[in-house]
């Protein structure tokens, strides 16, 4: 197991970044009752939660096993997903949002986040693309997934096609967590090795500790996880939009978030 010595509790974490993630109401669930989850934008593990709005993503899916099944709304509902199960077994709900902007008024504010999420020495190619200390903007997409039991709740993660994705090797509802949980990072059909996973741990009294873990050679990440709590995992890319995306939206960086969630039950 890889882990940085950085972990900290959500009273001593600055405020560095946002997040975004599918959370049940109920990680597992009978086979007869629909499933329930909420798309959520906000830090730490805790948030405002979002309306179903088709315009705000370009796709919704749910999968289990190789079915699969589009989640089907009407505009405003909340949660944002209930819908039946695909299946018996392990679902995966996946969700990708459409681009948004942000700007950062001071290179100081970018800097903040590149070494928060651990992207190296970006300020070397930004200066190398002859881009502005001020005033830039970047455009961010999210690849949200969640693992939810249905019934006997057996089965395995996978690739469903996010551009950037969090696959998970272990099934939290049936396998044996003792060794820890492992994750798989991916970048289009590459994977991401020595980069770096940020895990959220949420207690049953919905305090939040943050640890940061980094991926080895093959892209997997493994980290202890506790009867009881919940989890999401989070890694980032960041490169250099295409010309047609930097021509639409104005922005100098891409970043794309890839996002998964889970219970352990206790």
Known sequence: MRVLAL???????????HEF?????????????NLEANIVNGQ???????????????????????????VEGRPGDMPALQQAPVADGLNIAAYQATNSVVSYETWEEF????????????RSLHDARGLPDNGFTEVYSRHAKTLIGVGDSQGA?????????IVALTNPYTDTLDGGFSVQVYYRNDLRPDTQVEVFEKAPDSRVT??????????????PVKPGYSYMVDAVVLREPSERLAAQSGAVWE?????????VPE
Not at 7 to 17: M, R, T, Y
Not at 44 to 70: C, D, H, I, M
Not at 112 to 118: C, G, I, P, S
Not at 157 to 165: A, P
């Open 7 to 17: 972990i900290f509790s959500l009273i001593a974490a600055p405020v560095v970044a």
């Open 255 to 263: 970043t794309l978030w890839a996002n998964l969630t889970f219970g």
């Open 44 to 70: 730490e593990f805790t948030g405002a939660k979002l309306a179903y709005l088709p315009q705000r993503f370009v796709n919704f899916v749910l999968f289990a096993g190789e079915a699969s099944a589009r």
């Open 111 to 122: 800097q903040t986040f590149v070494t928060h999420k651990d992207f190296g020495d970006v």
């Open 21 to 33: 993630w599918i959370e049940p109401t109920a990680y597992q669930v009978s086979a007869d009752t």
């Open 157 to 165: 993660d996978r690739r469903v096609g996010l551009e950037t994705e």
């Open 210 to 223: 943050i640890s940061l873990y980094r991926t080895d050679a093959d892209g997997i990440a493994t980290f």
